[in-house]
């Protein structure tokens, strides 16, 4: 490969990166990244918003079944974070031709692995809902929606490829403009099927579908361009064990770990089909509301994972451990001050999703959200030391976390309270338990962590403040 050099725009940001005050690198990288977040969050939250114009169960089907397809998109995020890592920390050292080839290895394991799950996955969707529990009126109404979401993740998978490339060089302004673009194709196009034309759920799906297509067609002439300094190569993308080994064993931790805890959600809302469509669909709901503002205090998960990464391939140890406090604070802030606002005007917000005569609904929504809110808290803190973890090559503690969050917390707490027939009020008291414990086995693990840091280093690098 020709030795690349880099622009002076982006020669300084990855001297920032490297050298510039954090307190102000951190901000300024994750902010394009928080409105990105916010605005795949207004996806969702638009269609729900939508879909409520046309009926519960077709609400209750769109909350099943995105946690199937977040589920799905879990193995494009894997491989996304485990090629930003060592991408991240090449490109931190200046080793540009290492950061080319795992980006070209990470862009092919993703399309390979998104092509098989997905062909298996559409292959068996009608089973799989029944499987998961999925009630009939929500397969009858949610079935085309389910085929159309699953063909989009594996277009999301070579997105979160290309994104978490963006990401391990710092570009966050990039990913801000042209998902501003793809939220503007897919409000226009969800609003002219449903209002306009008067479709039904399947059209809300085609609507992301074209948003992610067009996001991607501009992501591969820019991952394919000759001025890009990861820029991608047909010859690099040959499977060779040295090269996709190190990928594979970084990113299957986290996308099992992400698999199993949205395969989870899906358990849960299988399990809340005990209750009926209408508590799934006010489950959903609720947790969408919470996740507005949890959304922009987990965000900083995606820039922290770049920055150490960078650091620590610069050998800066003290700078990726202080990348991690700086970021946990800010996450913490922002969360906090969330919890407030979106208490605040909940009783404004709930009118978006139901007429104020459906008062068993708007009961519904108004009991979980009561507890369910503290995970904007929880969940921030999770996500951002699992953020640490990740960048610091520890991966299997993100797996872990998941795990432990999932299968020892959530699914028997859910089932303890169904048993104990205390109503659907369950399903808040199980999101506030086990968010709330998985945090804290979180900081145990941070504090073992950081001690060990500072006593015996990382790897060859040694703690020096």
């Known amino acids: 490969m020709q030795p690349y050099a880099l622009s002076q725009r982006e020669s300084e940001r990855r001297n920032k990166i490297l050298g510039g005050n954090l307190w102000k690198v951190i901000p300024l990288l994750t902010l394009p990244l928080a409105v990105y977040a916010l605005f795949n969050y207004l996806y969702g939250f638009f269609d729900l918003i939508v879909v409520s114009f046309i009926g519960k169960n077709e609400v209750a089907s769109i909350v099943f079944i995105d946690e199937i397809k ?9 491989i996304a974070a485990g090629g930003t890592v060592l991408v991240a920390r090449s490109y931190g050292a200046g080793n540009f031709d290492d950061a080319r080839r795992n980006a070209s290895a990470s862009f092919a394991i993703a399309i390979l692995v998104a092509v098989i799950v997905v062909l298996v996955v559409l292959a068996f969707g009608e089973g799989i809902l029944r499987l998961l529990n999925a009630p009939p009126e929500i397969i009858e109404v949610g079935l085309g929606y389910f085929n159309i979401q699953i063909i989009t993740t594996a277009i999301m998978a070579i997105n979160s490829v290309f994104i978490g490339l963006e990401k391990a ?17 897919k409000l226009a196009l969800t609003a002219t099927f449903v209002f306009g034309l008067g479709k039904g759920t399947e059209y809300v799906a085609l609507a992301t579908l074209i948003a992610q297509s067009s996001l991607m067609v501009v992501g591969l002439i820019i991952l394919f361009n000759k001025n890009n300094s990861l820029r991608l190569s047909l010859k690099l993308m040959i499977p060779k064990k040295t090269w996709f080994l190190p990928i594979l064993s970084l990113s299957i931790p986290v996308f099992a770990g992400k698999f199993l805890f949205s395969m989870g959600k899906v358990l849960v809302n299988s399990m809340a089909a005990f ?23 987990q965000v900083f998960e995606d820039s922290e994972i770049g920055i ?20 946990q604070l800010y996450s913490l802030s922002i969360s906090i001050l969330g919890i407030i606002l979106v208490s605040s005007f909940f009783d404004r917000i709930v009118p978006l999703f ?101 006593l015996y280093g990382y790897m060859d690098l040694r703690y020096l403040g």
Do not use: C, H
């Open 70 to 78: 977040n589920a799905i998109a879990a193995f494009g995020v894997g």
């Open 275 to 297: 209750y009926g469509p209408l508590a799934v669909a006010a489950f959903g709901i609720t947790m969408k509301i919470s996740s507005s503002v949890g959304t922009l205090g």
């Open 354 to 454: 139901t007429d104020t005569n459906d008062t068993l609904y708007q009961a519904m929504l108004t009991d979980i959200f009561r507890l369910e809110r503290f995970s904007m808290i929880t969940s921030s803190t999770i996500a951002v030391i699992t953020g640490m973890f990740i960048g610091f090559k520890r991966t299997n503690v993100a797996f872990f976390l998941n795990i432990i969050r999932l299968f020892i917390f959530r699914l028997p707490s859910l089932l303890i309270m169904i048993n104990a027939d205390i109503g659907y009020v369950a399903l808040g008291y199980t999101m506030l338990i086990s968010n709330t414990m998985t945090a804290i086995v979180a900081v145990v693990f941070l504090i073992i962590f950081l001690k060990r840091l500072k």
């Open 308 to 327: 150490i990464g960078q650091n620590l391939g610069n050998r800066n140890l003290k700078r990726a451990r202080d990348t991690y406090l700086i970021s």
């Open 169 to 185: 060089k710092g570009n966050t302004s990039l990913i801000l403009w042209l998902n501003i673009v793809a939220m503007i194709v």
